[in-house]
């Protein structure tokens, strides 16, 4: 059975532009959670996908978006990217919608310069 | 007061030990406590989950739960070097109507042989 997949594993952009990162859930699990994993925050929750739906989000500003497509495949975009934005972003798969057993993908390391 | 806590360590036990790690969570509401092992460089697995009050035991490690008195531990038993590393506690937290999984900064377990 495959895990989560992210894509891509790293990336480096400049202030300004915009990035779309991308997350494979385990086949079957319909739940995907975003979150952002930095070394002085720790782990920052962004916002649970279901069923294509926006369930919850976190305290971030709305330069950081989402959306879930029909096969559960989800991407996440940053516009306007600050060097604050980098960060190892992390995508997490669970059956359930809100607050189950969720494993994660290997992340996005995104470098903003 | 922070949504979840725990110490940061770092947590250093000889090879052999019992390692005892703690978080408390501040949402009274909580249903669902996980404990996940992140490597460095690595991404969270999910090793434990516990929903109701008292013990439940996996392998080495034992995870307990308190409600009344909120607090959540993982213990490992005969802990090894390749026990070490970052130990993340998450709990569900009840959130625009349903639930999300929110971190704890991690506890850093050093395991010297």
């Known amino acids: 059975k495959a895990g989560v997949t992210q894509t891509p594993r790293y990336l480096i952009k400049t202030r300004g532009q915009q990035v779309t990162l991308s997350c494979s859930p385990i086949?079957?699990?319909?739940?995907v959670s975003w979150y952002q994993q930095t070394p002085g925050q720790g782990l920052q929750f962004l916002f649970e996908y279901f069923s294509e739906t926006q369930r919850n989000k976190g305290n971030f500003p709305g330069r950081f978006s989402g959306r879930q497509f029909s096969n559960s495949r989800s991407e996440m975009n940053v516009s306007t990217l600050e060097l604050g934005d980098s960060a190892l972003y992390l995508c997490?798969?669970?059956?359930?919608?809100?607050?189950?057993?969720?494993?994660f993908g290997q992340g996005t390391r995104l470098t903003v310069v | 007061q922070k949504e979840v806590e725990q110490n940061s360590g770092p947590l250093s036990v000889p090879e052999g030990a019992i390692a005892s790690l703690n978080c408390t969570y501040s949402?009274?509401?909580?249903?669902?406590f996980f404990w996940y092992r992140q490597y460095s460089g690595k991404s969270p697995e999910l090793i434990m989950s516990i929903y109701s009050n008292g013990d439940k035991e996996d392998g080495r490690f034992t995870a307990q739960l308190n409600k009344a008195s909120q607090y959540v531990s993982l213990l490992i038993r005969d802990s090894q070097p390749s026990d070490s590393a970052t130990y993340l506690c998450a709990v569900n937290i009840m959130s625009g109507g349903g639930f999300k999984t929110i971190f704890g900064a991690g506890t850093r377990l050093f395991v010297k042989a």
């Open positions: 997490a798969s669970s059956a359930y919608l809100g607050g189950t057993e969720a494993f």
């Open positions: 949402d009274r509401g909580s249903q669902s």
């Open positions: 086949s079957g699990h319909r739940s």
